[in-house]
């Protein structure tokens, strides 16, 4: 009985293996071997495929009998009645195989081994396989646009951060680093791309098939989620041997490639200089695709990109469009070292690289346009959009544990808004404290915890070690609220929730206390910095007379800030009399820590309002677009009552007067507003004075589309209005101007210009136009697959559409899962996006419903978005309740 219950053990030991999502330590890859034949014309059955093979070079580092690796959708041609064949590099012999099979829960093919592989010796495994380049955005597929009305297809690869598998059988964790070396066999005529430069180019005939050859360069040891390959009719934009964009033969000679071939240059240089290290690679690739899922992508040495985020038209494009070019070509490119050169062991510190990145980011475009003060819009882009999902209940840390990501859907769910931007905010606010003087390397610093900074004389700068401090804010969730009394002197902290009344079931071991750095002014001048080292402390800032505190200088830190209700009194009559005596950063903090402050019950919700008060006078970007961001929830929550006429008669007074300023200095929109933000600014005028009513703004924008209507080879809209104007003309508009701009986007000739009218489409009040333009989004032909749920977001961001969009969802949900779940963020962006208004019980009766009825088909990177949709709601229906009539009663009084 004993020994068959130790032989009961042992055949169980190995299942273990093969049923945990992680590989076992036992091998490490060295290198592979890989060549790949994609066909880019369809084959008997339809389908569009590639072959290939493979072989891995792996050492053995623990005694083991069974081999994992990573393999998926992959069919492998058996050899010798096994799927592999295993050989050994030296001279003893590899054990035989008993078996192979796939796995296809956990993604593996299981190799079970009449023997074992040795400690210390090398093996080398081959494979060959047939896969099916599908058109699903994942590991090596195919995508397809129109050129001079021919068709064309492309293959192209998105490797992260699980799909390598689906390429070729590997081991397919960021730590299990490797050279590649890779062959593509491809149509004549198309060039190749891949990770190294190209050392091989030969044209043959395969198979009666004529082929050409090429053979690229072994790359760096890298992870296998940073491989790339893309092989497609072009010829590339060249700036230098070393750096060159590839795109759409069309795109490359109409120019629309010349403004990132001139900025990367400049951003690697930077980074070059950031980083003390020259880029490790012989070459630079970028490349923008038709059909790509997410922004862009670190592959070493090939970055990807949507064509919407790499094309520029100085003709057609905005100044937002160029922005978000240089961002995120700064953004990727800030990979090349941190991410790719050093990489995370596992998926659970995604936060460490992405949010480097996207801190660092700004500052390398910043560099390339120093004109552009991009280094302030971080406070929008990042913090304040990291504070929304950071104050709730069902938030995360930065940080968490290994075990608890472990499947493909957790890994993809990590890449969020908590990663990219609450981690850019941390690191921002490190960054500060630290000072330039003994600033360096910021994330060394967060792995050094027994880091302490000092300045040039020996003396201590902070309370405790970087690690000490760091950990408070990587380790838990959420983030505190920061209040002084002005009275008493007395500052406090406590951990910030939009709904004080939720359970935070996550347990702390810091029970929810930070150290947190505190810079402040007083009537506007700059005092000493403090620390707030626990709860509560007795400081030296207080008021006499009409002084006034302001926290937080320029949003440094990853806080919210609350005051006594004298001191709010008085940054109000600040504000008042002459805003300006106010750091533009902080007069766009004021405005939204009041509105979350309301929100949360810590202030009167009317105090809120009284922080938009000095707009009428206001002409500066940052503080309107964060007054519109607020009211924005505001016009969610009660566009379907009686308080919005009152609300959109307030706005209309506030609006009126930037309206006015901007049609001064452009001499009646003739001209551009100089400053970079004022152009953003100026977009805010026109589109909030059309959805109010000013007088003249539907009919200037209806004017403008018109006059397109009539000649429509030549559009008059200036490129940074075109999205307001679109949108403005079709709501105000029926049939034929939907029609219209459904027209154009068929023959726009830039993907930014595409993104422009497919938002307007959404714009329209036609119920029946809406519920035709949602049947697109199942139809790649005529809305991409990349684009389908940024499409339905925006319908249900119309109040005509938003019951639309979510009977569209919960009726079509299994497809949308199936057809869009590999982005990482294009599933929980779709959740939270159209459940944005839900304030009813109804509402939330059916997203519970939603939630139990497709528990079978899953909510892959969408899970976290669900619950936490599920709690906004709860918290929006309790808030509307306890506050309607306060904020119906204020803005009546302040709209008259």
Not at 692 to 705: K, P, R, Y
Not at 827 to 844: D, E, H, N, P
Request: net charge negative; aromatic share 12%.
């Amino acid at each position: 009985a004993v020994q068959l219950r130790f032989k009961a053990v042992q055949t169980q030991t190995p299942a273990a293996l093969w049923e945990n999502y992680r590989l076992p330590d036992n091998l490490l890859p060295d290198v592979y071997y890989v060549t790949l034949w994609p066909r880019l014309q369809q084959d008997d059955r339809g389908l569009y495929i590639f072959t290939g093979n493979s072989s891995v070079v792996f050492r053995c580092v623990k005694e083991t009998d069974l081999i994992l690796i990573h393999s998926n959708k992959l069919n492998l041609t058996t050899a010798g009645g096994h799927l592999v064949r295993l050989t050994a590099i030296s001279d003893a012999p590899a054990p035989a195989i008993s078996s192979t099979r796939m796995e296809v829960t956990t993604q593996y093919l299981v190799i079970q081994l009449n023997g074992k592989l040795k400690a210390g010796r090398s093996y080398e495994l081959f494979t060959e396989f047939i896969g099916e380049l599908a058109d699903d955005l994942a590991g090596f597929y195919r995508s397809e646009y129109f050129e001079d009305g021919v068709r064309k297809v492309v293959a192209t690869s998105q490797m992260h951060p699980t799909h390598a598998r689906k390429t070729f059988p590997c081991f397919d964790e960021p730590a299990m680093k490797a050279v590649f070396h890779i062959t593509v066999l491809h149509e004549r005529g198309t060039v190749a791309l891949s990770n190294g430069i190209e050392i091989e180019t030969l044209n043959t005939t395969v198979d009666g098939t004529a082929v050409t050859i090429t053979r690229f360069e072994p790359t760096q040891r890298m992870s296998s989620y940073l491989l790339a390959l893309v092989i497609m009719f072009t010829v590339p934009t060249v700036f230098a041997v070393q750096i060159r964009i590839w795109a759409r033969r069309k795109a490359v000679t109409d120019g629309h490639c010349a403004y990132a071939l001139n900025l990367t240059g400049r951003i690697l240089q930077f980074f070059e200089d950031y980083y003390k290290f020259p880029y490790p690679l012989s070459k630079s690739d970028q490349i923008a695709l038709p059909d790509f899922y997410f922004g862009a992508m670190e592959n070493w040495g090939l970055v990807t990109y949507r064509e919407t985020n790499l094309f520029y038209d100085p003709l057609i494009s905005s100044n937002a469009n160029k922005e978000k070019t240089a961002t995120i070509i700064a953004h990727e490119l800030a990979h090349m070292w941190f991410g790719n050169l050093v990489t995370l062991k596992w998926w659970n510190e995604v936060w460490l690289i992405e949010g480097f990145a996207t801190y660092v980011s700004f500052l390398g475009a910043d560099y390339a346009e120093p004109t552009w003060n991009l280094k302030d819009l971080i406070i929008l882009d990042n913090l304040h959009k990291a504070f929304a999902v950071d104050a709730l209940a069902s938030s995360r840390p930065l940080s968490s544990k290994e075990e608890d990501i472990t499947r493909p859907e957790q890994i993809s769910e990590v890449f969020d808004t908590i990663s990219y931007s609450k981690g850019a905010s941390v690191l921002r606010m490190l960054s500060d404290f630290l000072t330039e003087v003994i600033k360096c390397y910021h994330v060394k610093l967060m792995l050094c915890g027994h880091f302490q900074a000092v300045d040039t004389n020996g003396t201590v700068l902070l309370p405790m070690t970087v690690g000490e401090i760091m950990d408070r804010w990587v380790l838990q969730m959420g983030f505190p609220v920061v209040t002084i009394n002005t009275v008493t002197g007395q500052l406090s902290q406590k951990h910030f929730l939009l709904d004080p009344e939720s359970l935070v079931d996550a347990p702390s071991q810091f029970d929810y206390e930070w150290i947190v750095p505190v810079n402040w002014m007083k009537s506007g001048v700059e005092q000493t910095p403090v620390w707030l080292l626990e709860r509560t402390f007795h400081s030296e800032m207080k008021t006499v007379g009409e002084d006034w505190v302001l926290l937080n200088l320029n949003l440094t830190g990853h806080y919210r800030v609350n005051y006594n209700v004298e001191n709010w009194e008085r940054i109000l009559n600040q504000l008042n009399s002459n805003h300006q005596a106010v750091p533009v950063i902080n007069r766009a903090q004021i405005v939204d820590d009041a509105f979350n402050l309301g929100r949360a019950k810590l202030i009167p919700v009317s105090l809120a309002l009284n922080t938009t008060k000095f707009l009428a006078k206001e002409t500066a970007y940052l503080p309107w677009q964060s007054a519109l961001n607020n009211l924005d929830y505001f016009c969610l929550m009660f566009d379907q009552t009686l308080v919005y006429e009152s609300m959109q008669a307030y706005l209309r007074k506030q609006i009126t007067p930037l309206f006015e300023h901007f049609r001064n200095i452009t001499t009646d929109w003739t001209e551009v507003p100089d400053g970079h933000t004022d152009q953003y600014n100026q977009v805010n005028a026109i589109r909030v004075a059309c959805s109010t009513g000013v007088d003249g703004c539907q009919n200037l924008t209806a004017e403008w589309f018109t006059q397109w209507m009539q000649h429509p080879e030549q559009n008059p809209i200036h490129p940074n209005l075109r999205s307001t104007v679109y949108c403005s003309a079709v709501a105000a508009g029926g049939a034929k101007e939907w029609d219209f701009a459904w027209e154009m986007l068929q023959t726009a000739s830039i993907a930014s210009e595409a993104d422009k009218l497919m938002s307007a489409l959404a714009c329209t009040k036609d119920t029946g136009l809406l519920e035709r333009y949602l049947t697109f989004t199942l139809d790649p032909m005529k809305i991409r697959k990349q684009d389908a749920t940024s499409v339905i977001v925006q319908i249900a961001g119309n109040v005509e559409g938003r019951s639309l969009a979510w009977n569209f969802i919960t009726l079509n949900w299994r497809y949308i899962f199936t057809e869009y779940g590999v982005g990482s963020f294009s599933l929980s962006k779709l959740i939270s996006g159209v459940t944005r208004a839900f304030s009813t019980q109804c509402q939330l009766d059916q997203l519970l419903q939603f939630k139990e009825q497709n528990a079978d088909v899953g909510f892959g990177s969408a899970s976290s978005a669900l619950d936490q949709a599920i709690e906004k709601t709860r918290a929006n229906m309790k808030w509307v309740s306890e506050n309607q009539r306060e904020i119906r009663d204020w803005f009546r009084a302040e709209a008259a």
